[in-house]
């Protein structure tokens, strides 16, 4: 869906580097949300932004941290990447004005690799 | 705080085999209930969605899911699967209350042509 856009698409880094990944939408959406998706775990939540002035950790955020620099805009930074964060990460955009469901869309997502 | 169980890790079917995928959920109260589909090389996509009214759902592509509030499962099915639909499919749902989605940990599907 090409209204969820994510930077880089793929990125592989070493122990100890800062990385930033990006996500930038054009729905409109108030809601934003990381993920990552590791094989048989599915996908766990991050961090979400109900809000510019609202940032919330979900049930894995340790070595991670957010910047939501604008409605369109929701940044997820790791400061010093191990290799166990290696995973395909996602970011979503929802609002729960648009659905009674609160239904979540989803970018293409980043491929990380850390060594 | 609710969780999703796929007890189907991989299914493998031949075309035109019909389908059926697991789902249950762990919470009591109202929730909103999603299939989401993955193909390979892709994001998530949106293949249905219950909140409320019939509890059998008919998404795209010919899938559907029931809702069986007694057994708190949304089992995803599908009568003749294609080659196409091979795929991930995800089970997801949140509840009023709660800020966040709960994904399960995902079914992959290979359909022999």
């Known amino acids: 869906d090409a209204d969820v856009t994510q930077t880089p698409r793929n990125r592989i880094t070493k122990t100890g580097k800062r990385i930033m990944l990006e996500c930038s939408q054009t729905k409109g959406h108030d809601r934003m949300y990381w993920y990552r998706q590791d094989p048989g775990l599915g996908l766990r939540l991050i961090y979400y932004?109900?809000?510019?002035?609202?940032?919330n950790k979900g049930e894995i955020s340790d070595g991670y941290s957010v910047s939501r620099q604008a409605q369109a805009k929701f940044s997820l930074s790791l400061e010093s990447a191990i290799p166990n964060q290696t995973a395909l990460y996602f970011c979503a955009t929802s609002d729960p004005l648009a659905s009674s469901t609160d239904t979540q869309y989803f970018g293409p997502g980043t491929r990380l690799t850390v060594l | 705080a609710q969780s999703v169980s796929q007890h189907n890790h991989h299914v493998i079917l031949s075309e035109a085999a019909s389908l059926e995928l697991g789902c249950n959920y762990s919470?009591?109260?109202?929730?909103?209930l999603f299939w989401y589909v993955q193909y390979p090389g892709q994001h998530l996509q949106l293949l249905l969605k219950y909140f409320s009214g019939d509890p059998l759902v008919k998404g795209i592509k010919g899938f559907e899911a029931e809702f069986i509030k007694s057994k708190f499962s949304f089992n995803l099915r599908k009568p003749s699967v294609q080659w196409s639909d091979t795929a991930e499919y995800f089970c997801?749902?949140?509840?009023?209350?709660?800020?966040?989605?709960?994904f399960g940990a995902g079914t992959r599907l290979t359909v022999k042509p």
């Open positions: 932004s109900f809000d510019v002035k609202d940032i």
């Open positions: 919470y009591g109260g109202t929730v909103n």
């Open positions: 997801a749902v949140n509840a009023p209350g709660y800020n966040d989605m709960r």
